[in-house]
């Protein structure tokens, strides 16, 4: 059987796998199961193409009329397939069991077709692999050239900011004592002058140790 609503003891939602391919690059899909009878229900997960996809769980029992969650983690891979086609399938087997089985405790023939009696439903899934959207795209090259262009980079942009700051204060500063230079302030008070003076070489020191980190800064292409 295939999944969907022909199915009388689970239904699998969605009807396939699609996994956003990138290469080297792990990336997954979610598959929920529902129990659509008054009965306990067990699931065995199996696939064409074992060593390429991690499937937790692969076994299970579901509640009378519960769900799960199976899902099913695409590992990296080193090549594109032709096409971006993809021949791997999977496949949902369900039956009924006793209430109040424990996953642990399932018999090895359970779903064993040739068990006397048994019923065993079974739901094929087929594999999509996509590509990654323009958006997504978009978004990793904005993120690639914030990262290789310093002017956009927020770290130093923000340290830049900072040392125009100070250097406009300490321009500002500098304007202040030559006025109070200009009207002999110095004289009548020397103290405040002094201190007027520290104050403008204490940023001129600030400012110049903000260009050296600026231009010390590792390059980030």
């Not at 239904?11 to 080297?24: G, Q, R, T, W």
């Not at 299970?60 to 099913?72: A, K």
């Not at 021949?87 to 090895?108: I, N, R």
């Not at 090259?141 to 250097?167: F, G, H, M, V, Y």
């Amino acid at each position: 059987m295939t999944a969907g609503g022909g199915n009388q003891l689970i239904s699998v939602h969605p009807d396939e796998l699609k996994f956003i391919f990138e290469l080297e690059k792990q990336t997954f899909c979610d598959l929920k199961v529902v129990n659509n009878t008054e009965h306990h229900v067990a699931f065995k997960v199996k696939t064409t193409s074992p060593k390429k996809y991690f499937v937790r769980p692969n076994t299970g029992v579901v509640q009378p009329w519960d769900s799960c969650v199976i899902r099913v983690t695409l590992q990296a891979q080193h090549e594109y397939p032709p096409d971006m086609q993809c021949k791997d399938k999977f496949l949902l087997q369900s039956t009924t069991v006793p209430p109040h089985t424990d996953v642990d405790e399932l018999p090895a023939e359970t779903f064993n077709k040739d068990n006397s009696g048994k019923i065993i439903e079974e739901c094929k899934l087929r594999v999509v692999y996509a590509a990654p959207s323009a958006q997504e795209n978009s978004e990793d090259e904005a993120l690639k050239s914030s990262s290789k262009n310093p002017d956009t980079n927020p770290a130093l942009q923000r340290l830049k900011d900072e040392r125009d700051a100070a250097i406009r204060s300490t321009q500002q500063l500098q304007q202040e004592l030559e006025m109070l230079k200009r009207r002999r302030f110095r004289k009548n008070d020397p103290g405040f002058s002094l201190t007027f003076a520290f104050v403008v070489g204490l940023i001129g020191i600030m400012v110049g140790f903000l260009l050296n980190l600026t231009m010390s800064s590792p390059s980030t292409e």
